[in-house]
């Protein structure tokens, strides 16, 4: 089977990874030339608007997923009029949309922040004089990693956010004061089968998650899942979703989605029966899904700006070391570290070495 990807990154690059020694071949797809994955595959680089590439890469492919939400969707109507896409154009229009997404939750009577839609400065000015309390402004769309969001604390800074936010359409949403942060990875095939992976615990610094830890006992789990269920039976979904959650006096409530394999699921490569990646792929060829059981407790770290020395790293007992291969750039994840049933003392070094900067 050959499978396309929308996107060439390191979430193309992982999946590719699990899935060449399964005997799968891989095209990718992407306007950035110099794109990680692109060494695992064919690779066709080209705007996402070019059709005539477009052509060339659906001839290649029996199937198509993507590595990132911010596929356009008019770009994944026409791929799907070709080959079959998972998942699909309705899912991906949903979550690229923040107020979009927030209104599809709330539908399905999952939890969210209270949340308004702004359209200008002034009805940002008049939602802070009502809302009581903090406000975290984003752009509805194409915001990731902490990217195209403010705090708006009083509403004297309506104006200078909404101009510094692009002067576009934007959601105000309640600042929650929650405990942690957790995310649920899960993976639905064609015939509505899911299996779910254990709940995770993110630790996140300016929007960009940088830790993530396994919590396979987490009393939220069961919440976590009934919750999850209906985003994924109501959108008919194929492959793996991501869903984050903010934890507040111990009930969840949503934070957002991610219709795609998820940067707090990277554990599972070492860390589970069945990574989410080789899941992934097995959901969208309809090969049945992998035990999602976790192997032990795994901590996962990302490796943002610098990599630290891979032989210090490697030297540390279940330490394993993911280079993406991209090049250094400040706040551009580059790597990550995995723990499986790691010791004080390993955790404490791994956190000591990536705090060292870059590797020799």
């Not at 390191?10 to 990680?36: H, K, T």
């Not at 008049?126 to 309390?133: D, L, P």
Request: glycine share 8%; with cysteine.
């Amino acid at each position: 089977m050959k499978i396309g990807i929308l996107g060439a990154g390191q979430l193309a690059r992982m999946l590719a990874l699990a899935g060449i020694p399964r005997g799968m071949q891989f095209v990718f797809y992407d306007s950035n030339p110099e794109a990680c994955a692109a060494q695992l595959g064919i690779f066709i680089c080209g705007e996402y608007d070019d059709y005539k590439k477009l052509d060339q890469f659906v001839n290649q492919v029996d199937v198509v997923s993507i590595e990132s939400e911010n596929i356009p969707v008019e770009t994944l109507e026409y791929v799907h009029r070709h080959v079959s896409v998972h998942p699909g154009p309705d899912a991906v229009r949903t979550s690229q949309d923040r107020l979009l997404e927030k209104s599809f939750l709330k539908r399905l009577k999952i939890p969210v922040p209270e949340f308004y839609a702004i359209d200008s400065a002034d009805q940002l000015e008049q939602v802070a004089h009502q809302h009581q309390g903090k406000l975290i402004i984003k752009t509805r769309r194409f915001g990731y990693d902490g990217k195209g969001q403010a705090m708006l604390t009083k509403p004297a800074q309506a104006n200078a956010i909404w101009q510094d936010l692009g002067a576009q359409p934007l959601i105000a949403e309640q600042c929650m004061d929650f405990s942690r942060e957790v995310s649920l990875i899960s993976v639905r095939n064609q015939q509505g089968d899911i299996r779910y992976y254990p709940l995770s615990e993110n630790l996140h610094r300016t929007g960009m998650l940088v830790k993530s830890q396994t919590r396979r006992d987490d009393s939220l789990q069961s919440d976590a899942e009934a919750y999850v269920e209906r985003v994924l039976s109501e959108l008919n979904y194929v492959g793996v979703l991501g869903f984050e959650f903010f934890v507040c006096d111990e009930k969840l409530v949503a934070n957002e989605i991610a219709p795609r394999v998820h940067n707090s699921g990277h554990w599972t490569i070492e860390g589970a029966a069945t990574s989410q990646f080789e899941n992934h792929l097995r959901a969208i060829l309809d090969i049945p899904l992998g035990s999602t059981k976790a192997l032990g407790d795994c901590t996962m770290y990302n490796l943002v700006g610098t990599m630290p020395d891979s032989k210090t790293v490697m030297g540390l007992e279940n330490a394993r070391l993911h280079d993406y291969g991209k090049l250094p750039r400040a706040n551009r994840k580059l790597g990550h570290i995995t723990l499986c049933d790691p010791t004080p003392e390993n955790l404490t070094a791994i956190e000591r070495i990536i705090s060292a900067g870059t590797r020799p």
